[in-house]
């Protein structure tokens, strides 16, 4: 996934949902499960 989003790095948006990304993989590596890392991100309109 990280690979997708690096090639829209040139638009906002693709920095963006990479950026949520790495947020939930740090949240993962800290023993959050990906989908409430997700989904954390997804109430907080980090999308």
């Known amino acids: 996934m990280e690979i997708l989003f690096a090639r829209e790095m040139m638009q906002k948006k693709g920095r ?16 959050v499960s990906f989908q409430n890392a997700l989904e954390y991100m997804v109430l907080n309109e980090r999308w």
């Open 16 to 31: 963006q949902a990479l950026a949520a990304l790495l947020q939930a993989k740090k949240m993962w590596q800290a023993n």
